[in-house]
């Protein structure tokens, strides 16, 4: 898109739609999970050169244009010169738009189009729903040869119970913001965690920390390695780059306090490794 537009000497621009088509259609909203927040989005593609980013609002109206109606607003009142599209995407009332569809359309108006074909690794097709099962499995290195990042969570770090600062091992409790972000399986994971703009070794659990709380919420904490300062009411990102082992249940506190240092030791020897 960014070629494209540079070689037209036009702007390049993504349209995006909030809240997520899925909700406002009651398409099994329950199991909606998002990859990234707009906020995420926005700075993913800002930092691939987008110029525009508009973010719609999407309701049931907007929802009932066809997909000619929708085209020619983009073409005719946005001013739309070159559309790129992926090879599965269908758009307008009843999904009735396609690429052929478009190509059709672009015989009369002044525009052009451009498909993107379905892009494989490893003789796998690369889809948002392989990346969503690769972190529900926790699999987050699968997930990142298909995202080609580390996924993220951002979260603005809130008052816990203290249970790791007596185990020696102080955690920050995340808050994530949306519901529908998608929160990879429970368990260990090595991570880098930043604060303030760095980067730090860290590692972070994700569970309902049945040891303490067997009826317990799903929590998200993280042990920033070798970090001295105050976290509580900072925003942190975490990137996740390995799974370190499952969540499980321990019999004491000493057992568990046990766990976590021999956590922390393959968490450096991962970091360690060449």
Wanted: aromatic share 8%; with cysteine; hydrophobic share 40%.
């Amino acid at each position: 898109l960014v070629k494209e537009a540079r070689e037209r000497e036009c702007l390049a621009s993504v349209m995006t739609f909030d809240p997520h088509p899925r909700l406002v259609l009651n398409k099994d909203p329950q199991l909606l999970r998002l990859l990234n927040t707009q906020e995420e989005k926005a700075r993913k593609m800002e930092a691939l050169g987008l110029d525009l980013l508009f973010v719609v609002p999407f309701d049931r109206e907007f929802s009932n244009q066809t997909a000619l109606e929708f085209l020619e607003r983009l073409v005719l009142q946005l001013g739309v010169v070159h559309l790129v599209i992926g090879y599965n995407h269908r758009f307008g009332k009843d999904r009735e738009g396609d690429f052929d569809f478009l190509l059709e359309q672009s015989k009369r108006l002044p525009f052009t189009v451009q498909e993107i074909g379905r892009h494989a690794l490893d003789q796998m097709a690369v889809s948002s729903t392989k990346i969503r099962m690769s972190l529900e499995a926790g699999d987050v290195a699968l997930a990142q040869m298909f995202l080609g990042y580390s996924y993220t969570l951002t979260g603005k770090v809130v008052h816990g119970d203290r249970v790791g600062r007596r185990l020696g091992y102080p955690t920050a409790n995340l808050e994530i913001e949306d519901p529908q972000k998608l929160i990879p399986k429970s368990g260990i994971y090595a991570v880098h965690a930043q604060v303030d703009g760095t980067w730090f070794k860290s590692m972070a659990y994700i569970g309902p920390r049945p040891t303490l709380h067997p009826t317990g919420p799903s929590v998200v904490e993280v042990h920033v390695l070798d970090y001295q300062g105050d976290l509580y009411g900072k925003e942190l990102c975490i990137r996740f780059l390995s799974r370190l082992r499952d969540d499980r249940k321990f019999e004491s506190l000493e057992e568990l306090q046990a766990q976590i240092r021999l956590d922390e030791s393959k968490t450096r020897l991962y970091f360690d490794k060449p």
